[in-house]
């Protein structure tokens, strides 16, 4: 999961580069960087750490140009600790490209031979978007045959990449002295939307967020397979470049990703999560009598929409029990299991008079590990709950995402072949309750506006072991599991819980 931006300017672009990745950093915390266009001449920055951690202003300065993109990165394959690994990636021909990447491709180690053995290009890291940037690179120096670059030779190139690579991406390139190109997936797993300012700026972004922060108006998201390319007159050419193109987005950006404040293909964020908690409401009255349930608290933050929900329909009380701190960052160094576990105390605390002699029910966005929610619901206890329950706004996570998201391996999921009542034995809560798959389905694709393109259906790998791209095996798990941003024994979880919360 990452967080892209590009630009298409007549004015500097590198101020307006970086308030767009403040926006979106809650995609990823590990890198950032930004390159712009001056003439024929890329600058280009980037390092590990936050966007206005990474950017100086001497960095700022030293970014000319009216043409540019960003991204904030959160790796989920290759090296996390290597700044050669931050994007953009640049190659030098043809003509020269940069190129900043959301997604995982599923075949990026067969593509990574066959651009060695075939097509001659050489990759530098262990990056699955260095190996789509050649790809792209590839197909572009095919497709115009030395004669000038134009819209149509873009487009032949974008659809040539589309039939090599498999996997989600959604992509933002520039090409030296040409124009901003950006395509998405031919499911549209990952997100990517378009905009414009009042000075005719055009903003390519993950979410539409990026583009109200910063000004722009929101047109619509590119559609899955689709391609926009802006030349350097400011004029967009759009093209479908995928043979068969449907519309079926990560779930996971609705009940977790992304901000409450996006909408993506025409789904309300924040409406999503509100539908979560009717729907949930439903299967904790199955569980547990409302009248045994003195309190409803939500583990921070983008919970708090679904807990909200649920606590009006049910008729009980609603209440802020923890206070996130939003300034412990990431401990790199944690020498034991012990350590680990101190650091959930460190970023959350207990407001105990919320909990002392009530039954309570905590309610989370999703479950992955539940070594975070185990340590939760004894903070509960501990903090004088009579009785704790917990709901989960997402159903059980019982399979790896191999899309883009971090997920650990299928041993590793609390989930992963046991049953409800097992996984609440581990946590040591007194109830469970998981949100239901076609629940949770109907409760996002209900969220859309009536004007929204038609949705084929959802990415919920996580959730059924259903892949939407038709090409994962259980051996492509394993290779794909092996090439993980893996951390050492002690260091922080890497995972979904570790990533930075989209309310903040």
């Given at each position: 999961?990452?967080?892209?931006?590009g630009v298409?300017?007549?004015?500097?672009?590198?101020?307006?580069?970086?308030?767009?990745?403040?926006?979106?950093?809650h995609?990823?915390?590990?890198?950032?960087?930004?390159?712009?266009q001056?003439?024929?001449?890329?600058?280009?920055?980037?390092?590990?750490?936050m966007?206005?951690?990474?950017?100086?202003?001497?960095?700022?300065?030293?970014?000319?140009?009216?043409?540019?993109?960003?991204?904030?990165?959160?790796?989920?394959?290759?090296?996390?600790?290597?700044?050669?690994?931050?994007?953009?990636?640049?190659?030098?021909?043809p003509?020269?490209?940069?190129?900043?990447?959301?997604?995982?491709?599923?075949?990026?180690?067969?593509?990574?031979?066959?651009?060695?053995?075939?097509?001659?290009?050489?990759?530098?890291?262990?990056?699955?978007?260095?190996?789509l940037?050649?790809?792209?690179?590839?197909?572009?120096?095919?497709?115009?045959?030395g004669?000038?670059?134009?819209?149509?030779?873009?487009?032949e190139?974008v659809?040539r990449?589309?039939?090599r690579?498999q996997?989600?991406?959604?992509?933002?390139?520039?090409i030296?002295?040409?124009?901003l190109?950006?395509?998405?997936?031919?499911?549209g797993?990952?997100?990517?939307?378009?905009?414009?300012g009042?000075?005719?700026?055009?903003?390519v972004?993950?979410?539409?967020?990026?583009?109200?922060?910063t000004?722009?108006?929101?047109?619509?998201?590119?559609?899955?397979?689709?391609?926009?390319?802006?030349?350097?007159?400011?004029?967009?050419h759009?093209?479908?470049?995928?043979?068969?193109?449907?519309l079926?987005?990560c779930?996971?950006?609705?009940?977790?990703?992304a901000?409450?404040?996006?909408?993506?293909?025409?789904?309300?964020?924040?409406?999503?999560?509100?539908n979560?908690?009717?729907?949930?409401?439903?299967?904790v009255?199955?569980?547990?009598?409302?009248?045994?349930?003195?309190?409803?608290?939500?583990?921070?933050?983008?919970?708090?929409p679904s807990?909200t929900?649920?606590?009006?329909?049910?008729?009980v009380?609603?209440?802020?029990?923890?206070?996130?701190?939003?300034?412990?960052?990431?401990?790199?160094?944690?020498?034991?299991?012990?350590?680990?576990?101190?650091?959930?105390?460190q970023?959350?605390?207990?407001?105990?008079?919320?909990?002392?002699?009530r039954?309570?029910?905590?309610?989370?966005?999703?479950?992955?590990?539940?070594?975070?929610?185990?340590?939760?619901?004894?903070?509960?206890?501990?903090?004088?709950?009579?009785?704790?329950?917990?709901?989960?706004?997402?159903?059980?996570v019982?399979?790896?995402?191999?899309?883009?998201?971090?997920?650990?391996?299928?041993?590793?999921?609390?989930a992963?072949n046991?049953t409800?009542?097992?996984?609440?034995?581990?946590?040591?809560?007194?109830?469970?309750?998981?949100?239901?798959?076609?629940?949770?389905k109907?409760?996002v694709?209900?969220?859309?506006?009536?004007?929204?393109?038609?949705?084929?259906?959802?990415?919920?790998?996580?959730?059924?072991?259903?892949?939407?791209?038709?090409?994962?095996?259980?051996?492509d798990?394993?290779r794909?599991?092996?090439?993980?941003?893996?951390?050492?024994?002690?260091?922080?979880?890497?995972?979904r819980?570790?990533?930075?919360?989209?309310?903040?």
């Open positions: 999961m990452c967080g892209i931006v298409a300017s007549n004015a500097p672009v590198n101020q307006l580069i970086y308030d767009a990745l403040l926006l979106l950093q995609r990823g915390q590990d890198a950032a960087g930004i390159v712009t001056l003439d024929r001449k890329f600058f280009m920055h980037k390092a590990k750490g966007v206005r951690d990474v950017f100086r202003t001497r960095n700022m300065r030293a970014l000319p140009g009216n043409n540019g993109l960003g991204q904030v990165r959160y790796p989920t394959a290759g090296n996390a600790f290597s700044e050669e690994e931050a994007q953009p990636f640049y190659v030098n021909a003509f020269g490209l940069v190129l900043v990447h959301n997604g995982n491709l599923t075949n990026a180690h067969a593509l990574k031979a066959e651009l060695f053995s075939e097509d001659h290009r050489h990759i530098n890291t262990e990056s699955d978007s260095e190996v940037l050649n790809v792209l690179a590839h197909e572009i120096d095919k497709a115009t045959r004669l000038p670059l134009k819209p149509d030779d873009v487009f190139s659809r990449v589309h039939r690579i996997g989600s991406y959604a992509v933002i390139s520039m030296a002295g040409h124009g190109l950006a395509f998405r997936d031919p499911f797993i990952r997100p990517l939307c378009i905009g414009r009042a000075d005719g700026t055009y903003m972004a993950s979410e539409s967020v990026a583009l109200d922060g000004g722009h108006v929101f047109e619509r998201d590119i559609a899955p397979g689709e391609a926009v390319f802006i030349d350097l007159a400011g004029k967009a759009f093209m479908q470049c995928a043979d068969a193109p449907q079926k987005p779930i996971f950006e609705y009940v977790y990703l901000r409450p404040d996006s909408t993506m293909d025409g789904i309300s964020v924040y409406q999503a999560r509100l979560l908690g009717e729907t949930l409401a439903k299967r009255v199955s569980m547990v009598p409302p009248t045994d349930i003195d309190v409803i608290i939500p583990i921070p933050e983008s919970s708090r807990a929900q649920l606590a009006h329909l049910l008729g009380p609603y209440r802020e029990g923890f206070v996130k701190n939003r300034y412990v960052g990431r401990t790199f160094i944690m020498p034991g299991q012990g350590v680990r576990k101190k650091s959930v105390r970023k959350l605390n207990v407001i105990a008079s919320e909990f002392k002699g039954n309570v029910l905590l309610v989370d966005d999703s479950i992955v590990r539940g070594t975070t929610s185990k340590e939760i619901v004894q903070m509960a206890r501990d903090a004088g709950a009579r009785k704790v329950y917990l709901a989960s706004a997402a159903p059980p019982r399979f790896p995402n191999v899309y883009g998201i971090d997920m650990p391996t299928p041993e590793e999921l609390v992963h046991r409800i009542d097992e996984v609440r034995d581990l946590i040591g809560c007194d109830a469970l309750i998981y949100q239901d798959v076609d629940a949770m109907q409760a694709r209900a969220a859309m506006a009536s004007d929204a393109p038609a949705l084929d259906g959802f990415d919920a790998s996580c959730f059924d072991g259903v892949y939407v791209t038709g090409d994962v095996s259980a051996g798990i394993v794909l599991n092996e090439k993980r941003v893996g951390t050492e024994e002690g260091a922080e979880d890497n995972s819980l570790a990533l930075p919360n989209p309310s903040e």
